[in-house]
Each structure stands twice: as C-alpha cells, then as structure tokens.
C-alpha cells in the first residue's frame, strides 16, 4: 500500500548528494553575509558606530542602538542567529563528505576559512558553542558553550594541523576557490596570517592556554601574507543577483545611502563619525577623497576642505545633514567593489606590535612603514577613484612615522589608530582590535537612556531567543563569564 | 433520501401538502408512500405538496405514511374518494427518526452516535453574513472556537475544536464537502516579527471558498470517535458540508439572496489629546523636527497655535481626533446568489451563481468572488445512483491590506500618528519625484496613503471542487459505492514594492503561480441487514488513496530598471525558485454497527494509514475506535417529564504524519541566479518558504527516523429532552491527549539548524461541552426558543524534546515578546519580561538610567482562551422574527503592540503622569540600594515611558471579551402578498454582525484582533481594523 511513496517523497527541486565545490564557494560568499542585513546590522549600525567609523543619528531604541550604546536584540543577536545556519553549517557539511584522500586540501581550506568565521563569532559574544556546534544533524540540538579560551586554543591547533596538511600532490577547489583559486602556498600563508590574528587576539592573557608568544612566532615561522600578491581578497560583480554584490556596498546602499538619497535622507540618517573624518582631516591622509564624500549641490565632491564627520550621539537629523561625510559611491559603494578578507596591511601592522613586543627581531619600523604603506595601496583595488599617487603614499608614510623611540603606549597607539583606519568596512575585526588594545582612544557618547554608564560596549549580548531554547546552556555561559551586558568584557578582553 | 417511485397505468391520484404541525410551515422533502405496496411513494416538494399515483390494485383502501426526519412518523387513511389531503406532522418526540451526517457522509440515526455531532442549517450563514463562512462558525457550537483575524476582508479563518492537539502541525479541522476532504491551506502566513520586505497580507485559505448559499447543512464532528473514518488530518475534528440539492418540482424553483451590509471600524482608540506632536515637550521648530516628531505625541500642551508639521507647512496644533475616520472609508460588501433547481423522479438539479463584492475599509482595497455551483442526483435505475456536485470560483483581491510590522502597513500611520496631524495631509503620501513623503524618522514606517496609491498586493485566483459518486445496490442490503473529488486552486500573486518606497528606493517584486490539487479516491462496499429479530448490523470496508499535489513558481526581485514599470523583465536582480511539492496517503478502513432492541448500539471502526512523507520503515499506522449509545429513556421507564435519555461514550485513536514532504534527509540546493563569477553556489537545503534568492535563511535538520504521531480521545456523553420537549440538554466530557507528536522546534542555531522536526511531543486537552435548548414561550403567534453553548478547554503541554522544555513558536517585532509551548503549561503561552521587583516587593531601577529593570524571560499569560459561550435567543411574532446570537470567549491573554507603540510614541493615556511636574520613581537599584529619581518632561521622560517596551507585561491584557455578534430581525411578507408574480416567500431582514462589545478589559484595541492563522496565538499589531456591520438582506423564493 505504499507502492511508489519513497519516489515521491524525493524533492525534486533539490540534490541528494552535496558537491563540495559548489559548497565552499557559498561558503566564502556567506561568510561574508550571512544573511540580508548581516553586515549592516552587525559590521555597520554596531561595530561600526561603537569604533567611531560611523555615526547614526536615528534613535536609541532603533538603528540608533548601536550608535548609543542600547540592547536591541534583534540586531546584536543577528549574526548569532545567522552565521551557524547559513555558513558554518555549510562548512560542516564539506567536513563530513570531504572524506576521499583526495580531498585533504579541500578540507583543510575549509577548516581555514571555519576559524576564520568561528573567531568572529566568538570575538562578538565570548563563550558560544564550538565543540558542540553545527551538529544538528547528529541530534546535538542544543550545544554547550565553550570558554572562549578553550575555543582560542583549538582554532589555533586547527589552524596548525590544517596548514600542515596540505598537499600538493593532491587536488584542490581550484576555480570555486575564490580566494586563491587553489594556490597551496597562498593558502598556507593565509592560514598563518589568521594564526596571527588569532593570537594577537590574546595579548592581554599571560599563561593559560594560550600563549600568544608562542603561536606568533609559530606564525611568523611560517609564513603570513607580506605581500599584495597574497592578500586574500573576494571579488564581486555588479550582479545581476545580489550575492554578486559586495555586501559591504550591497547593505550600505542599500539600507542607508540609498541612491535617491544624494546624501539629503539616508535611510538610517548614517554619516562618517566626527572622530573618524576629524582624524583623516588633521594627518592630511590621502584616503579621505577615496573613502569620503560630501554631497554638494546634487554631486558627491571628495575635496578634502569640506569633509565633516557628525558627532556620534546625534539623535535627530541636522538641519545641515546633507554636509556631512559619506562613503564614496565611486570606491565603497560599487557593488563590484572588492571585499578585503586579510592582507598585507594587517600582517605588517600586527607584525610591527610583534616586534614591538620583542616576540621577532624584525624591524617594527619597517613592518610599520609597510602596513601603512599597503593599507594606502589596498584601496586602489577599488578602481581609479581608489588610486593613490606614490608620492602622496611616500609622504603620508614618512609624515606619520613610527616614533620607535617612543614609549610602548605611544607606539601601540600609533600602529591601531593606523590599524583602525587601514580595517574601514571590516567593522568586526577593527573593533575587536580596538578591545585588545585601547587604541585610538576613543570618547565615548553618553546618551540618555544608555546601559553602559557611557562606556563604548565591550561585547554583544546573547540572542535572546537562546534563553528561551537553550537556557541551561545559555545560562551556564552566563554564569561563568558574567552578566550578559554589553560592558561584560570576554575573556581575551579583559 | 432516495426516491423510488413507480407508475403504473391504470392509477388514481392522491396528492396533498405535508407540513408541521407547530407552526403551519411546509414540509420539503417529506417521504410519502402507500403503507401497502412497497416502492409506491413520493416525495413533496419545494411547496411541501405532493402527488402520488396509486396503482388501481390498491385503489380500494389506500393508507399513506408520511416520514420526515425529526417528525414522527404518521399513517393517514384516504376516504373512498378523496383525492386531496393535507396532512400535518409532529416534531419527533424522541427523535429517533433524526438521521445526521457523519464521517464518510454516513447518515446515521442520531440516537445511535457514540459522540458528539452538532449541525447547524446552512441557513444560518446566508443572512448575516461573513466573508469567510468558517468566521459566522463563532458562538455557535460548543467547543468550536473561531476566531476571526485582523487581516481584512477574504483573509483566512482560524477553527479550532476541542483545543489544540499538535504542537506544530495544522491545529485546524478537516474540511469535508458531500464526505470528501477539500485542501484549506493558507495562501500566506503572515510573520509577526519584523517583515522589512513589506507585503505581509493574509491571502485567504480553502474553505473561504464555499458559499454559503449552497451548504445545506455544516455537521461538526468534534473529535477522534466521531472522525477516526477520516484518517490522519481528522484528528482535529472533521467539518462536514452538505452541498443543497434541487428536489422534484414542477418547473423550476428560483431562490435570490441579496445582502448589502455595511462595516466600520468597531474600536476607535481613545488616545490622550492632551499634549501635541514634539519631543520631550517641544513643538518641532523645523521641517526636520517635524518629521523625527512624526508619530511622537511628546510636545506641549495643545493650544491651537500654528506649528511646522512633517512636510513644512504650518498648521494649527489641535487635537486630531478623527484620524481612524478620515482615513478609512465605511466599507461595503454586495453579496447576490441566484440559484435555480428543480427535477424530475428520477433526476433532480440545482444550479446556482454566486457574486460577492467586497470593498474593505483600507481605501482602494477590493476583493470579488464569483462562485458558480452545479448539483445533480440522478437515478439511473433502481439499483443505480449518480450524483455530482462542482463549483468553480473566480476571485480577485487587489491590494490586501499588511498587516502587524510597520514596511507596508497601511494600518501603521493611522494608528500612531502624532495626534496634532491631519492624517489627510499625508496624502497621497509621495511627491513629484514619485517618492515617498516622509512623515516619521524611519523609513519602514509606511506613509499610509503611498501605499494605498502605489504598493500593489493582487491575486487573483480560480479555483474548482468537484466530487462524483456512483451508488451500485448489489442486493437490498448490499451496495458498493465509489467516489472521487477533486479540489484544484490556481493562484497568481503580484506584489510590488514600487519605486520610491523610503526604505526600498528601488522597489521589490514577487510573482508566485501556485497551482494545487488535492484528489481522493474512495471505494467502499456497504452492508445493513438484520441479525434475528432483535439485531441489526451494518458494515462498510473500503479504502481512500489520497494526493496532494503542490506546484509553485516563486519569482522574486530587487530594484527595477526603470522607475515605475513593474514587470519581471525589469528587475535588476531576479530570482526564479520552483517548489514542487507532492505527498499522497494510502488507507484502507472499515466499521461495524451493531444495535439492539434501538435500545443499544455499539461502533467500531479501524483505519490503517500509510504516509508517504515518512520512511518505509515507520511510514503505516493502524488505530482503532470504539464506542456505544445506550438509550435509558427505552430501556427503563423513566419520570414523565423526561421524553428521551441517553448515554454515550467512545475511544478513538487516529494517526498522523507530518505534512511536510521531504524531511528526511538533507539535500542541497544549487541557488538560482548563475552563480558567482562563473562558479555555481549551493547550500543546503533551507525551509520552502523561500522568499529570497538566496533562500529563507532558516534551516531544518533532517530526521529519517519519523513516525506517525497518534492521537487518544475518549469521551462521554449525555443527551436528554424534558418536559414535553420543550427542554434539551447535551452534555459532552472528553480527554483528547496527542502522543510522539511531530513538532518543529525551534533548536539553537548553533546547531548548525533554526529548526527540527522531532517525534517527541506529547499534549494534553480535556474539556466539557455543554448544549442546552429550551422554548420557553410557544404559541401560535410567538414563540421564543434559546439556545446556549459553552465550552471549557483545559489545554496542557505535556511532553517536549528530551531536554527541552520550551518551544518557540513566534516571537513579535523586535523580540518585544514571544509565543512558547512549555511544559506543563497552556499551548500557547505569551512570554515576555515583567518590572523586577526584589525580594520585598520594591521596584528595581537602573541606577545609571533610572528605567525600571526587567526579569528574565517569563510567563504573561495565554493567548488562547479556555472558555467560550454563546447564547442564541430566537423570537417569532407573526411574520417577524428576531434572532440574535452573544458570545464571548474569557480566559485568555493578549500581548497588544497597538498598545506599545501608542506608549513608545505618547499616544497613550498611561504615559500622562509626569509630564506636568515631573514623574518621580523609588524603590531600590540593581545593588539593593534606595533608588529614586525624578524625570522630567522636557528631559527625560520620553525615554523613561520609551523603556516600556522592553517590559512585556505592561501590553499582556486580558483577552476576554463578550459581544452582541449577530442580530437579524426578518419580516417574512406574507405570500399572498406576491401572489400575482407567483412568489412562494419573500424575507426582508436587517442584519448586523459583531455589532457591539458588550464587556472587554482591553484597552484601544478588540481583543480578537489577532492577525495570524498560526498555531501562535496572542499578538495583537496594527492588523486592518475590525469591524462592525450592519445592512439588509433579501430573500426571495419563486
């Protein structure tokens, strides 16, 4: 009596078997968007605003959350609730069909590529599921939350056995590697890269499980990405389908600068931050015409004299709106902009810290003068608008030169306020190096109704829905790293 | 009823009129015969007469039976001679002739059920009238609790009988038309979180389909016992529809219905006119202030001075308090059925159209049904019966109205306007660029008017039902029956987001083409014989092969080329997904009658089921039912005053399956659009409420290993009729518990899944039903009959995931508050964050804000109600008749976000004190120390009455409510009146539905304005405003 029913029970409009390729591919893209409004929401209206990159002036209780340091759960927990489903689990699913000798390079490219998204996670929230996480298929509905120490050891072994198994021998994703299009080497000095970051990450921590010492050196043996060659960096087109967008212009123009705007009724009422233009403005940095324009009479104008950035903690919509400093539709806002996932800008920068602190006997100053000199450069990859002359690079870097006598304090400040101004639009990574190092120092807003005591906050919460779901998990990760504020710092943090 | 008739050539003619004895009024369908040849017989007709002609053998002492269900039976002899009589009928005083529909459209003897059934006339749908014929279902039966929904006119209905029984299944009935299942599915569920694209309209559901002019009766088969012959989806209850049918008459019997009705909004909320448009006591100064104070009402005082409003002009600063009236038009709705019928012996039709014509409140919202029906009964020959039934539907609905989030609402603005603003200068809401015109800060908060002027929200469907049975009688007591029925829907759905919208400048586009199908075929061999003299025994065994069959072709896009074309050629960036959906169920099934003396009568029935939605290895299911009727008022002599006494009680199990195909295992889906730079995407599989390109965003573990769910009810009964019969009394306690239920829980999604498809649910209803009826007062030209109903559901969650608790069902825009199934607690329950109060009872503050601090996560209340009543009162004086229906449903809860904004913008009365002189709160802070602060209005008392919406429980009210629901008042003019153009009747009635609310503790809103369908109940958002109605209706008989 149930003739034919195990034939019609097959979704015709789906495949019954994964093919990894295809799956890495939307990997990269989701990684970088896990959802619609997944940069927006997270990267812009929070990270973003909290760093001083941007500023909103919509209220406190809306996009303006961020901005003025407010719970909104349904944007902080956005990315929690997206990130697993759309591309974690995506990368879990390459891990378990990737089991042909054959595959040994694929999946060590995915589990890269898995610290890399696992970090940013983790670096949001503190603790959050790892060990247990995207095992929904195994029945693990409801995974435990890891320290976030224990989750910082095991990205770091991960990255290590990763690299250490690559083969050349063997094939690789090839073209749906939009990365490297399978370049092993590449890919090696990628993963050593992000065991940079990973373990920078952790300056403040001294013994436990994770000397940073250690896995900086083991990175720098290795090999991180000095070069522009090797920075990793996805491609995007001007569509047709929005995927083919870069998501950073596809959310920016999209839920802000919206093209009928002409700088006059940005959706959200976004603007460049005072702190940030004011910066650009007095270094004479020759990006400001490339990340920045103010609308004048209809036209986007980059001249650097009328540049403005609006106060963070503005709550309503200047009379003189239209005067403030924007993203420039000719580099940021191109939907076929490229998207800089790790380059030689932050290596040289973390590479500077590096020998600042003794960890290597390479020359800060020159690590310094290098991640200037290639965050300068990165935005020529923006097209024409982005290019700037070498003469101009040249003298920026020799105007702004690391103070290597200086104390330890001024010298950090100078390698993460060039950090935060080399990382623009990778909001989550700036601000996560903003936690690790207090620099620039910023001042905070202290608007009405905030719950920080006017302090810029120093995670997001959980998603709310957790507590409801996952409560005993949710509340032992609670209980362990501290109340679930914005100002609870994590564990890396603190 | 069968009509045999036989003629023979040389005959005398006996013809008459039966009626009721009570009241006069002509009997249709009576069955006449000669008590002394078998097969002689007729049956009356549309005007109660009959004509028989008596074969010439039995001319010489001819005696009549007159049968009719519900009436005694009666034998009348003919005097040698005559050849006319009238011949009146008494109402059955023990109603044991009364036959009922039931499962399968078994007609049985009423007094031999085991459970409960109610029938209600068709005739009371068709005068008063709804839309939905599933919302007029309110306060009519116990334990059917319908609600109707905030979605405006042609949205889907809501019935649920005897609770809920699944955890994440359809909690709806069965719809069942001439006993074979029709597809109720609803076009779209709308979410009641944050919907940013912006077209989140109710489009309606299955049984919105069928005219009330063609039911004649609806039968309520409440539970498990009653419905066990229908499988799996009827372990909801069972909604039997018994299309009209022509009856033999000379010529052709004419029936018109018209009904023009009336409807304005039923609440109006009472907002504070105090304090005008502003911000933290200030009026707005410039353009800009004006606009971020656009739905703030935390200015000044009003004093009628000339203020800036939101688009630069400068009005007077008075109170607007006509803002729901000068926005929403009286919307009318035109309804005309035209049916025609008529038949011979042996072939009888009815053919009848149907327009329904509906202009809704929302300005320039529309929807049209056209129905056309077609029924026949024919008997081919003796032992050969056919009959079919079709219908065919043209609808069209053009801009339904959104509902709950704010992005194309049109029901936002209206509501939380700032309260010094004309709601008609937003008109027409865009300006000479054809872009919106901002009147707040947030984009996503729709200018009204340009929604109303340039959204588009149509669809337009067609749809056909028909079913086709052929009856063979093998010997007398023997026939084979075979059926089909085939529901077939097509659907076209525009919605545009246009050019200009704030918050999409570019615009959205969604085409979806669904056509689905739903085909069951069934045969069956039936058996009714007697067992010795004291025994009877029917049997039936048959089998059902059921198909469903779904097939949609999703498009959906962002930005337009060109600004204000709206087609699929111009969009930038589109993307095609097919859904093709197919799940079928076979089943074999039989039952057994037994009766004894009509004194005891004893069913049982079996189904086996097997479901193609599950693996081979779990995918059949067998279940039982039993049951017994004993009738005490037979068997053992009994007070006088009590006519007919009966006992009753049944166990039934019935087995389900999930109802989503392909769960089983992951799959993987390439996404569609070419990929990136040349290299193909795929990603798994998402839920296939794709509304996106790149899918829903939300995943669902797969799970091999489900089995059927099965569902337990026992229940138990007692009927009585007392004095004369001018008394009844129906009594119904039952115990419904759903095991291994198939839930979809929500799981944390760093699982890697949003959702999991677990067979692990357990939930538990119990309730009593209560029917009483009475005639207090029966006289030749009054008579007044009562009938009351109530109903108490005990719903309990009893079991969820080994380790989980709590199940998510939904959660409100910006997570202000959810829906949970949690253990040991209501279906249902509204969660939500309440003030935080130490251990003494003192309010904790937050020493850096001074807002109130809130608890974590907790229970505010249930958003289903566990009690309903209705009372219906009937008058007849003369011609008039007077009927009108109070209902009212207690005990539940709901979370108004209505309330919430109209308090986050100061709209709300509760959000007064303080703004004169300062609001000064104490209690403690979160270290336990004193607290006190002081806001003050022109600093921080907006942000202190803002906070308020991170507490729940301020917005959680109670739910009850009691309302005068339907009046008709009829005038039936006398016939002769009309005699001259040959009309049989003709009623003028006025009619009014939902005409006032009698008692609600909700403030500014109608408590059952909830504006989904879904299994989650208690939200309440901005949903198109309820309405009362009021008209006339007309019906004529020719």
Redesign the interface.
């Known amino acids: 009596?149930?003739k034919?029913?195990?034939k019609?029970?097959?979704?015709?409009?789906?495949?019954?078997?994964?093919?990894i390729d295809?799956?890495f591919?939307?990997s990269l893209?989701?990684g970088q968007l896990?959802?619609?409004?997944g940069y927006f929401y997270t990267s812009y209206l929070h990270c973003g605003t909290y760093i001083q990159h941007f500023s909103i002036a919509?209220?406190?209780?809306?996009a303006g959350a961020g901005d003025k340091y407010a719970v909104?759960?349904?944007y902080q927990s956005f990315y929690?609730?997206?990130i697993?489903?759309?591309a974690?689990?995506?990368l879990?699913?390459i891990l378990m069909a990737a089991t042909s000798a054959d595959d040994v390079n694929k999946l060590a490219a995915t589990r890269i590529w898995k610290v890399l998204l696992m970090q940013r996670i983790t670096d949001l929230y503190g603790d959050?599921?790892y060990s247990e996480?995207?095992?929904?298929?195994s029945?693990?509905?409801?995974?435990k939350y890891d320290t976030q120490e224990d989750i910082y050891a095991d990205m770091l072994k991960e990255l290590e056995a990763a690299i250490k198994s690559f083969d050349a021998t063997k094939p690789t994703f090839g073209?749906?590697d939009?990365l490297f299009k399978g370049n092993i080497a590449q890919w090696k000095k990628f993963g050593y890269s992000l065991m940079l970051r990973v373990a920078m990450r952790t300056t403040k921590k001294t013994g436990g499980k994770v000397i940073a010492k250690d896995w900086v050196q083991k990175a720098i043996e290795g090999g991180v990405i000095t070069g522009a060659a090797d920075n990793a960096i996805l491609?995007y087109?001007n569509?047709?389908?929005?995927?083919?967008n870069n998501p950073v212009a596809f959310e920016l123009v999209?839920q802000d600068y919206?093209?009928?705007?002409k700088g006059a009724?940005n959706?959200e009422?976004g603007k460049y931050s005072k702190t940030f233009i004011d910066f650009l403005k007095s270094h004479n940095d020759p990006r400001l015409g490339v990340v920045s324009v103010v609308w004048n009479a209809g036209n986007p104008d980059t001249s650097a004299a009328i540049q403005k950035g609006m106060p963070n903690g503005t709550d309503?919509?200047?009379?003189d709106?239209v005067t403030y400093s924007e993203p420039n539709p000719a580099t940021i806002l191109q939907y076929n902009a490229p998207l800089m996932i790790l380059t030689s800008a932050e290596t040289n920068l973390l590479l500077s810290e590096a020998a600042l602190r003794g960890w290597s006997s390479g020359d800060k100053a020159q690590y310094y003068r290098e991640g200037v000199t290639a965050a300068l450069r990165n935005w020529a990859q923006f097209g024409a608008a982005g290019v700037i002359p070498q003469e101009k690079i040249s003298q920026y870097v020799s105007d702004n030169a690391l103070d290597a006598g200086g104390s330890f304090e001024t010298q950090m400040n100078q390698i993460h306020t060039q950090f935060w101004v080399a990382l623009l639009l990778d909001e989550q990574e700036a601000y996560a190096n903003w936690r690790r190092t207090g620099y620039p120092q910023l001042t905070p807003v202290n608007y009405?109704?905030?719950?920080?005591?006017g302090t810029i906050p120093r995670r997001f919460p959980y998603?709310?829905?957790?507590?409801?779901?996952?409560?005993?998990?949710y509340k032992a990760a609670v209980d362990r790293q501290g109340p679930d504020l914005l100002t609870t710092r994590i564990w890396w943090d603190k | 009823l069968l009509i045999a008739v036989c003629s023979h050539a040389q005959t005398t003619q006996i013809s008459g009129t039966v009626t009721n004895a009570a009241d006069g009024q002509k009997i249709i369908g009576a069955t006449v015969s000669l008590v002394a040849a078998k097969g002689v017989g007729a049956m009356t007709d549309a005007e109660g007469k009959f004509a028989i002609k008596i074969p010439a053998a039995y001319a010489s002492n001819i005696e009549l039976a007159v049968t009719f269900i519900g009436f005694e039976r009666k034998t009348v002899k003919i005097a040698p001679g005559q050849t006319t009589i009238n011949i009146p009928l008494d109402v059955s005083a023990k109603a044991l002739g009364e036959l009922v529909v039931t499962a399968l459209g078994i007609k049985k003897e009423k007094k031999a059920l085991a459970y409960a059934v109610t029938e209600v006339k068709g005739s009371d749908f068709t005068q008063a009238r709804e839309i939905n014929v599933a919302d007029a279902l309110t306060g009519k039966i116990a334990g059917v609790n319908a609600s109707s929904l905030a979605s405006g006119p042609g949205s889907s209905s809501r019935v649920i009988i005897r609770g809920n029984g699944s955890l994440n299944g359809d909690n709806q009935p069965l719809y069942v038309v001439n006993g074979m299942p029709i597809d109720n599915t609803t076009q779209s569920n709308v979410a009641s979180g944050?919907s940013?694209i912006g077209l989140n309209s109710d489009r309606g559901d299955g049984i919105g389909g069928i005219n009330p002019d063609d039911i004649e009766t609806i039968t309520v088969l409440k539970g498990g016992p009653a419905a066990a012959l229908y499988g799996a989806r009827a372990s909801n209850g069972v909604i039997l529809i018994t299309t009209k049918k022509g009856v033999k008459q000379k010529g052709i019997g004419v029936d018109y219905n018209s009904t023009f009705t009336l409807e304005t909004p039923s609440i109006i909320p009472d907002w504070q006119y105090q304090y005008g448009s502003g911000q933290n006591g200030k009026k707005p100064v410039?353009m800009?202030?004006a606009?971020?104070a656009g739905r703030l009402s935390w200015g000044p005082k009003i004093d009628g001075s000339d203020v800036i409003q939101f688009d630069g002009v400068s009005r007077p600063y008075v109170a607007q308090k006509n803002n729901i009236k000068n926005f929403y038009n009286t919307g009318n709705t035109f309804t005309n059925t035209l049916a025609f019928s008529g038949g011979s012996d042996n072939t009888q039709y009815r053919v009848s159209l149907s327009d329904m014509n509906n202009h809704g409140l929302v300005p320039n919202q529309s929807l049209n049904k056209k129905i056309f029906s077609v029924s026949l009964v024919s008997n081919l020959s003796k032992k050969l019966t056919v009959e079919g039934y079709a219908q065919y539907n043209i609808e069209k609905a053009k801009n339904r109205s959104g509902v709950s989030d704010a992005p194309g609402n049109v029901n936002w603005g209206p509501y939380v306007l700032a309260n010094t603003v004309d709601i008609r200068s937003l008109d027409p809401g865009y300006n000479a660029?054809g872009?919106e015109v901002?009147w707040n800060?947030?984009?996503f908060a729709s200018n009204p008017y340009f929604v109303i002027n340039k959204f588009r929200n149509n669809d337009d469907r067609k749809r056909f039902i028909g079913n086709a049975s052929i009856k063979y009688n093998l010997f007398d007591n023997l026939f084979v029956r075979g059926r089909v029925n085939h529901d077939y829907m097509n659907i076209n759905y525009t919605g545009i987001v246009p050019t200009?919208t704030?918050?999409?400048?570019?615009g959205f586009y969604q085409q979806y083409t669904t056509t689905s199908t739903e085909t069951n075929a069934e045969l069956t061999i039936n058996y009714q014989g007697k067992l010795g003299r004291d025994f009877a025994l029917t049997a039936m065994a048959g089998g059902n092969k059921r198909k469903s069959i779904s097939d949609a072709v999703n498009l959906n896009g962002?930005d337009f080329f060109a600004p204000g074309f709206y087609d699929p050629s111009n969009v930038?960036?589109?993307?095609t997904?097919?859904?093709?959906q197919?799940?079928?169920t076979?089943s074999?099934f039989g039952s057994v009658d037994l009766s004894w003396k009509d004194i005891l009568f004893l069913t049982a029935t079996g189904r086996?089921d097997?479901?193609?939605?599950l693996?081979?290895q779990n995918?059949?299911i067998f279940y039982p039912s039993v049951g017994a009727s004993f009738l005490l008022s037979e068997a053992v002599k009994l007070p006088s005053w009590v006519n007919y006494a009966k006992v009753r009680t049944s166990w039934a199990q019935v087995g389900g399956a999930t109802p989503q195909?392909?769960a089983?295992?992951?799959?993987?889906?390439?996404?569609t659009?070419?990929?990136?730079?040349?290299?193909?995407?795929?990603?798994?599989?998402q839920t296939p409420s794709a509304t996106?390109?790149?899918g829903s965003?939300?995943?669902q573990?797969?799970n091999p290993d489900l089995k059927p769910l099965l569902s337990t009810t026992f229940e138990a009964g007692v009927e009585g009729r007392f004095l004369n019969n001018r008394l009844s009394a129906d009594i119904t306690w039952y115990s419904r518990r759903t095991t291994n239920d198939i839930m979809q829980?929500?799981?944390?999604?760093?699982?890697?899944?949003?959702f999991?498809l677990l067979n692990v649910g357990e939930m538990s209803n119990k309730g009593i039903e209560v029917m009483l009826g009475g005639t207090p007062v029966k006289k030749k030209d009054f008579s007044w009959d009562v009938s009351y109903n109530m109903a108490y559901n005990k719903n309990e969650v009893v079991k969820l995931?080994e380790?989980?608790?709590?199940l998510?069902l939904d959660?409100s825009v910006?997570?202000y508050a959810?829906i949970?199934a949690e253990v040991g607690k209501p279906y249902s329950t509204i969660?939500g964050f309440k003030v935080l109060k130490d251990a003494s009872g003192n309010t904790v503050y937050?020493n850096?804000?001074g807002?109130e601090m809130r608890t974590?996560?907790t229970d505010l209340g249930t958003g289903v109600s566990p009690f309903s009543a209705g009372i219906t009162n009937n008058f007849r004086y003369k011609q008039f008749n007077l009927s009108f229906l109070i209902d009212g449903k207690f005990g539940g809860q709901v979370y108004s976000a209505t309330n919430l904004y109209g308090t986050?913008f100061g709209l709300h009365d509760m959000t007064l004190p303080g703004r004169d002189g300062g609001l000064t709160v104490t209690g403690v802070d979160q270290d336990g120390k004193p607290f006190s602060k002081t806001f003050t209005y022109d600093?921080?008392l907006q942000?202190y009455y803002?906070?308020y919406?991170n507490l729940s429980e301020k917005f959680v009210y109670d739910a009850s409510f009691i309302k005068l629901r339907q009046v008709v008042l009829t005038y039936n003019i006398p016939a002769k009146v009309f005699a001259f153009a040959k009309m049989q009747s003709v009623a003028v009635s006025f009619v009014a539905r939902n005409l006032f609310i009698l008692y609600k503790n909700a403030p500014n809103i109608d408590p059952e304005s909830t504006f989904s369908n879904s299994n989650a109940q208690g939200f309440e958002m901005f949903g198109v405003p309820r309405t009362r109605s009021f008209g006339l209706n007309l019906q004529v008989k020719l």
Not at chain 1, 139 to 143: A, N, R
Not at chain 2, 610 to 613: D, L, M
């Open positions: 009596c149930d034919g029913f195990e019609m029970n097959v979704n015709p409009n789906a495949a019954e078997n994964p093919n295809l799956l591919t939307q893209l989701k896990p959802y619609d409004r919509k209220e406190i209780g809306g909104n759960d349904f929690f609730r997206y697993y489903t759309n974690v689990t995506t879990g699913e959050v599921p996480a995207i095992r929904g298929r029945k693990l509905f409801l995974p073209s749906a939009l491609r087109s569509g047709p389908q929005t995927y083919n999209g919206v093209s009928t705007s009724a959706t009422w309503v919509r200047l009379p709106f009405n109704g905030n719950v920080t005591n998603s709310q829905a957790e507590q409801g779901i996952n409560g005993v998990n | 944050n940013s410039t800009g202030e606009i971020a660029a872009r901002d800060p947030s984009g200009g704030a918050y999409a400048p570019k962002t930038v960036s589109l993307g997904v097919n859904v093709n197919r799940q079928a076979n074999l086996n097997w479901f193609s939605t693996s081979p995918n059949n195909p392909y089983l295992y992951q799959t993987y889906t390439i996404l659009g070419g990929g990136h730079l040349g290299q193909p995407l795929q990603m798994p599989t996106g390109i790149g965003g939300l995943l573990a797969p829980a929500a799981i944390s999604p760093a699982s890697g899944y949003n999991a995931a380790g989980i608790n709590s998510q959660v910006n997570s959810y949970f969660k937050d850096k804000t807002y974590p996560l986050r600093k921080d942000g803002d906070n919406k």
